[in-house]
């Protein structure tokens, strides 16, 4: 008898035993934060939102004032200006590219870019600011009226006298309406398609307005 009152008694410490065991709280340890990055770190490394526009201190402007762009340059940035010159007429982020060597060709592109492509960008070459690219777009107007979307005749008859027509160098059928202005260096290039309408258009001053591939 005493044997079984023995078994029983060991018997119900062990199913006590198994209770306690299933109310013990599973201690969880949280997964430390990710350290913030350095304040130095690149702008590549750091998240998004710490690229805010508002935060980071640049404001996002994508298009110009009207009449900003004239054959001297880009507002009181004149073509020869400095690519700080160039980055205070436009007041936006403009990225920070740079040469692939001392005195190399970049463009400055209005941020965060566009994902068909920019609208305006700026040459930079030989550590000087020599050109603007204005494509994708009919809200840039060219000085003397000329734009994107509009016929060659249209283009004669805004700039009379003043056209020279070349053949596109890539574009079967298209062409290159070079406009010289007398009272400056700059130089005005609309180009066109088998259309005969304006797809894009430069203006800036020699050897680099007449670089077909911009930069590459």
């Not at 770190?41 to 009207?66: H, N, T």
């Not at 040459?123 to 204005?134: A, H, L, P, S, T």
């Not at 249209?154 to 290159?176: C, D, F, M, R, T």
């Amino acid at each position: 008898m005493k044997s079984h009152l023995s078994i029983m008694a060991a018997l119900a410490l062990t199913l006590c035993g198994c209770d306690a065991q299933r109310n013990i709280p599973v201690e969880t340890t949280a997964e430390p934060a990710a350290a913030a990055p350095p304040s130095d770190a690149p702008a590549a490394q750091l998240s998004p939102a710490s690229r805010d526009p508002v935060g980071g201190g640049s404001l996002v402007v994508q298009l110009p004032a009207a009449g900003t762009i004239t054959f001297e340059g880009f507002g009181p940035a004149p073509f020869g200006a400095s690519d700080e010159q160039v980055r205070m007429a436009w007041g936006g982020d403009l990225g920070h590219p740079a040469p692939s060597e001392p005195g190399g060709c970049y463009y400055l592109v209005p941020q965060p870019p566009s994902i068909d492509g920019y609208k305006i960008a700026f040459m930079i070459e030989g550590d000087k600011f020599v050109r603007v690219d204005v494509q994708r777009t009919e809200d840039i107007i060219a000085p003397g009226g000329g734009k994107i979307g509009l016929g060659i005749d249209e283009i004669e008859s805004l700039y009379p006298g003043h056209v020279q027509q070349q053949p596109h160098k890539y574009v079967a059928g298209g062409k290159n309406l070079r406009i010289t202005d007398s009272g400056s260096d700059g130089v005005l290039i609309f180009e066109t398609g088998q259309d005969d309408k304006v797809t894009a258009w430069r203006i800036g001053v020699p050897p680099q307005v007449d670089y077909v591939e911009g930069c590459s």
